[in-house]
T-cell receptor, first 116, second 113 residues
């Protein structure tokens, strides 16, 4: 049973506009959330993260929002650029106790396409 | 720095054959991981090594073995490959176990016929 869900397999956005990628999770023990970006034939690369004690983290054009009560996080990219076209994986870290100890759990990914 | 390197990049096996996937990192990281990614799926943890000299099972360990050869190297072995093991395999490392940021290699695309 997937504990991290990305329900949109793809998203298409025009250059300059905002891209919003969504992620839901089920395990309230997750204590850290991350977004990874993946280009074809490459490994995922870390993009941005947020601790469960925060509700927002910003890094340049990228902002991650966390809504713990809804078990939902989102990644905003503003403005979107063609080079942002990639697969984006949402991931969550198991809290530092129990069977999920320290592990990362990944969603299935969302293919973002930014067109000129 | 090369980061995390994996060999080979591609491999085709017949059912029942064995092979070892190699992974090395030059970032002096303590922890290393093996994931697989299947079409339309997220990455799933196969095995990990929290520190040199230790290994442990992840979410999908059946059919695999691992060896943490030294601090730099972590190999994944398929003793008797099955078509269900057709996948892309990623090795990753992190500074310490539980560090949220992991660094990934480019992947090995394995096909088992």
């Amino acid at each position: 049973d997937q504990q991290v869900k990305q329900n949109s397999p793809s998203l298409s956005v025009q250059e300059g506009r905002i891209s919003i990628l969504n992620c839901d999770y089920t395990n309230s023990m997750f204590d850290y959330f991350l977004w990874y970006k993946k280009y074809p034939a490459e490994g995922p690369t870390f993009l941005i993260s947020i601790s469960s004690i925060k509700d927002k983290n910003e890094d340049g054009r990228f902002t991650v929002f966390l809504n713990k009560s809804a078990k939902h996080l989102s990644l905003h990219i503003v403005p979107s650029q063609p080079g942002d076209s990639a697969v984006y994986f949402c991931a969550a870290r198991g809290g530092l106790r129990g069977s999920t100890l320290g592990r990362l759990y990944f969603g299935r990914g969302t293919q973002l396409t930014v067109w000129p | 720095n090369a980061g995390v390197t994996q060999t080979p990049k591609f491999q085709v096996l017949k059912t029942g054959q064995s092979m070892t996937l190699q992974c090395a990192q030059d970032m002096n990281h303590n922890s290393m991981y093996w994931y697989r990614q299947d079409p339309g799926m997220g990455l799933r943890l196969i095995y990990y090594s929290a520190s040199e000299g230790t290994t442990d099972k992840g979410e999908v360990p059946n059919g695999y073995n691992v060896s943490r050869l030294n601090k730099r190297e972590f190999s994944l072995r398929l003793e008797s490959a099955a078509p269900s093991q057709t996948s892309v395999y990623f090795c990753a490392s992190s500074e310490v176990w539980g560090a949220p940021e992991q660094f990934f290699g480019p992947g090995t695309r394995l096909t088992v016929l």
